[in-house]
């Protein structure tokens, strides 16, 4: 059986490792060689949210991103989440300004493949009928998730359902986003074939991470069990927190008889470069985890964890880390059993650290939750299964009744937003970018920061010797020599 890979080292694997901290160089100095791995696709950091990254905390411009992944990997097939949104964690804006920003992208050549979940806040009833025709319109190729978790209500029986949904929708691609690397092989053996069966000949994926240091282990169960293709990431943005190694899942699927498609012999320089700008920047690299049961308790996301200690320390009470994770399994359950990814953990962490931190469950009870017993996130986030005494508690709060008029307020049109950033002068590019900023100010910031740094590989070593000489003035020239040939760089600004 054949085995094909999907690729999650920029996207997925930086977001999982480096918070997101990945720059243009850093991807530039080793796309032109993913190019040509023999992925299936390659995930490029292009949603909303990594744009206001690059802009903000990096100083880079993502435009400049989007060409050079358009311009490096012209043949592969680079894909990223989607959805009807720009921002995730915001109101959705007017249909016709993120049918310009996906589109955007698309046309730059920079997105091919979009990737939705689709049962977190009712995605497949509320988005994909309006969505997907247009996505189809631009040519991307449509990859529908079902996000995994483990509660009383996400039988297997629910999954096949689910799947039957989105088959309705003809999607490319279904995979299985197993976020919080919760799935186990047991639980494998009786999940995957039934999505496999449901799924109707369309293709299945795996998308697993290695929180609780299961993945690499499940995956090979999945290829047992039919699976063929796999998400995963090259070292060292593999493991940790983040997908399994390529070259761990490929050496083990060769050896159990499987014919992986991809070029290890490629990769490793690729690993290697990557690894050395990791040390380069101070960032982390990926190891394997050991096995954390309490993660299957409270199923907070590693990254959320990482936040809230974060904040707590900030309080100077960080020793009741262990309290607000043993709330958030409480509060779960009395919301309904929400799955555990972005944006609904956020809400059940912070719902759970105000309700430790207070000395009282819920004197004081955050927006998002107001909304969430409203049913603003649908059906899927478990509203219909809230504690019934909870529920009517928090809709009969004073800020239920204002959060409800908001919710009724009148649409804002492309153009009145259009004209709040710039006005009809302003290019495509620019009023993203400022949508997205709210404003100019930190783009401006951006600008002045000059060109996106350069992360030079070891075959532009002339390069890389020019551009540290620049910094360091005293030195009037560098010789090299070797036999009868030498280079002599002389720096004119010393």
Same mark, same amino acid.
């Given at each position: 059986?054949?085995?094909?890979?999907?690729?999650?080292?920029?996207?997925?694997?930086?977001?999982?490792?480096?918070?997101?901290?990945?720059?243009?160089?850093?991807?530039?100095?080793?796309?032109?060689?993913?190019?040509?791995?023999?992925?299936?696709?390659?995930?490029?950091?292009?949603?909303?949210?990594?744009?206001?990254?690059?802009?903000?905390?990096?100083?880079?411009?993502?435009?400049?991103?989007?060409?050079?992944?358009?311009?490096?990997?012209?043949?592969?097939?680079?894909?990223?989440?989607?959805?009807?949104?720009?921002?995730?964690?915001?109101?959705?804006?007017?249909?016709?300004?993120?049918?310009?920003?996906?589109?955007?992208?698309?046309?730059?050549?920079?997105?091919?493949?979009?990737?939705?979940?689709?049962?977190?806040?009712?995605?497949?009833?509320?988005?994909?009928?309006?969505?997907?025709?247009?996505?189809?319109?631009?040519?991307?190729?449509?990859?529908?998730?079902?996000?995994?978790?483990?509660?009383?209500?996400?039988?297997?029986?629910?999954?096949?359902?689910?799947?039957?949904?989105?088959?309705?929708?003809?999607?490319?691609?279904?995979?299985?986003?197993?976020?919080?690397?919760?799935?186990?092989?047991?639980?494998?053996?009786?999940?995957?074939?039934?999505?496999?069966?449901?799924?109707?000949? =369309? /293709?299945?994926?795996?998308? @697993?991470?290695?929180?609780?240091? #299961? !993945?690499? &282990?499940?995956? %090979?169960?999945? *290829?047992?069990?039919?699976?063929?293709?796999?998400?995963?990431?090259?070292?060292?943005?593999?493991?940790?927190?983040?997908?399994?190694?390529?070259?761990?899942?490929?050496?083990?699927?060769?050896?159990?008889?499987?014919?992986?498609?991809?070029?290890?012999?490629?990769?490793?320089?690729?690993?290697?470069?990557?690894?050395?700008?990791?040390?380069?920047?101070?960032?982390?690299?990926?190891?394997?985890?050991?096995?954390?049961?309490?993660?299957?308790?409270?199923? =907070? /996301?590693?990254?959320?964890? @990482?936040?809230?200690?974060?904040? #707590? !320390?900030? &309080?100077?009470? %960080?020793?009741? *880390?262990?309290?607000?994770?043993?709330?958030?399994?409480?509060?779960?359950?009395?919301?309904?059993?929400?799955?555990?990814?972005?944006?609904?953990?956020?809400?059940?962490?912070?719902?759970?650290?105000?309700?430790?931190?207070?000395?009282?469950?819920?004197?004081?009870?955050?927006?998002?939750?107001?909304?969430?017993?409203?049913?603003?996130?649908?059906?899927?986030?478990?509203?219909?299964?809230?504690?019934?005494?909870?529920?009517?508690?928090?809709?009969?709060?004073?800020?239920?009744?204002?959060?409800?008029?908001?919710?009724?307020?009148?649409?804002?049109?492309?153009?009145?937003?259009?004209?709040?950033?710039?006005?009809?002068?302003?290019?495509?590019?620019?009023?993203?970018?400022?949508?997205?900023?709210?404003?100019?100010?930190?783009?401006?910031?951006?600008?002045?920061?000059?060109?996106?740094?350069?992360?030079?590989?070891?075959?532009?070593?002339?390069?890389?010797?020019?551009?540290?000489?620049?910094?360091?003035?005293?030195?009037?020239?560098?010789?090299?020599?070797?036999?009868?040939?030498?280079?002599?760089?002389?720096?004119?600004?010393?």
């Amino acid at each position: 059986m054949d085995v094909r890979f999907i690729d999650t080292t920029f996207r997925d694997g930086s977001q999982s490792l480096w918070a997101a901290s990945i720059r243009i160089g850093m991807i530039d100095a080793v796309a032109a060689v993913m190019d040509r791995a023999g992925f299936e696709a390659v995930e490029v950091p292009l949603s909303g949210n990594h744009l206001k990254k690059l802009v903000r905390d990096l100083r880079e411009n993502p435009w400049d991103m989007a060409r050079m992944v358009a311009r490096s990997m012209p043949n592969t097939v680079k894909g990223t989440m989607a959805g009807g949104y720009i921002m995730p964690f915001e109101a959705p804006p007017p249909r016709a300004l993120i049918e310009l920003y996906w589109g955007h992208l698309a046309k730059l050549g920079a997105l091919n493949r979009v990737q939705m979940t689709a049962n977190v806040t009712d995605q497949s009833k509320r988005v994909f009928p309006w969505l997907i025709p247009i996505f189809r319109s631009m040519g991307l190729q449509i990859v529908l998730n079902l996000s995994y978790t483990v509660s009383p209500r996400h039988s297997d029986e629910y999954y096949a359902h689910k799947t039957r949904e989105l088959v309705a929708f003809e999607p490319d691609i279904i995979y299985l986003k197993d976020q919080g690397g919760l799935l186990t092989v047991d639980r494998a053996r009786t999940l995957l074939p039934v999505m496999v069966k449901n799924a109707n000949r =369309v /293709p299945v994926e795996l998308h @697993s991470h290695c929180t609780t240091g #299961l !993945a690499p &282990l499940v995956y %090979l169960e999945a *290829l047992k069990l039919g699976i063929q293709r796999l998400h995963t990431a090259v070292p060292p943005l593999a493991n940790g927190s983040g997908q399994p190694s390529v070259f761990n899942v490929a050496g083990n699927a060769r050896l159990m008889g499987y014919t992986p498609h991809v070029d290890l012999a490629l990769l490793g320089p690729v690993s290697a470069r990557l690894t050395a700008i990791a040390k380069q920047d101070k960032l982390p690299i990926g190891v394997p985890l050991e096995y954390d049961h309490a993660q299957y308790i409270h199923q =907070v /996301p590693g990254g959320v964890i @990482s936040n809230l200690r974060h904040q #707590l !320390a900030g &309080l100077r009470v %960080l020793d009741r *880390l262990d309290e607000v994770l043993e709330e958030a399994v409480q509060v779960r359950k009395e919301l309904g059993y929400p799955i555990m990814i972005t944006p609904l953990s956020q809400f059940v962490v912070s719902q759970s650290a105000i309700n430790v931190m207070t000395g009282e469950r819920y004197k004081h009870v955050i927006d998002e939750v107001i909304l969430f017993a409203q049913g603003v996130y649908g059906e899927d986030s478990g509203f219909t299964w809230m504690d019934q005494n909870l529920k009517d508690r928090l809709l009969g709060m004073r800020r239920a009744q204002e959060l409800a008029a908001v919710q009724k307020s009148p649409d804002v049109s492309v153009q009145d937003i259009r004209e709040k950033f710039g006005g009809p002068g302003v290019s495509d590019e620019e009023f993203l970018l400022r949508y997205i900023m709210k404003g100019d100010e930190e783009i401006r910031t951006m600008r002045a920061a000059g060109p996106h740094r350069q992360y030079f590989t070891s075959s532009m070593p002339l390069l890389s010797l020019i551009q540290e000489l620049g910094k360091h003035k005293q030195v009037r020239y560098v010789r090299v020599q070797r036999g009868s040939d030498s280079v002599l760089v002389q720096n004119q600004s010393a």
